[in-house]
């Protein structure tokens, strides 16, 4: 039996997501079609990087913000988990490869410049390198975090 099932960043096919992934361009200057137009045209910064903001679908809790490199974006849109480049490792890491918390990817949405991206995601655990269930989970009163449960 073959299972599948349209998604809004791609076609899973028995468990397997198969996407025709648009080409990047990091280099297109028309303004216009970058933030009115249709086409995705990702704008990395000068170290390659994208912000990456992930958001739990059902909550609207934000779970963590991270950067995605070109690698990452290609992972994250071909397997619909999350995956980044880790600053501190110098490398492509899919978040949750040794915890098991891995975030799937339910929809992408692309901000007004194509260089911010919030991914829409159905966490399997706590999101935070803590435990905790987000990595924003303290509040700034002065100069003093005071802890918060949502």
Do not use: N
Request: glycine share 8%.
């Amino acid at each position: 039996m073959v299972i599948v099932q349209q998604t809004s960043i791609g076609t899973r096919v028995c468990g397997q997501l198969c996407t025709r992934i648009a080409p990047i361009s990091d280099s297109f200057d028309d303004t216009a079609e970058r933030e009115q137009g249709s086409r995705f045209l990702p704008r990395f910064d000068s170290a390659g990087l994208l912000t990456a903001i992930a958001q739990d679908s059902a909550s609207g809790e934000v779970l963590m913000v991270a950067f995605m490199d070109r690698e990452a974006l290609d992972a994250t849109r071909a397997t619909a988990l999350a995956h980044f480049h880790s600053r501190s490792r110098g490398r492509l890491w899919m978040k949750g490869e040794s915890s098991g918390h891995v975030l799937h990817v339910e929809a992408i949405l692309v901000d007004c410049d194509q260089d911010a991206l919030v991914l829409k995601v159905r966490p399997a655990g706590a999101a935070c390198h803590t435990g905790e269930r987000t990595c924003f989970y303290r509040t700034l009163d002065g100069e003093t975090l005071t802890r918060h449960d949502g």
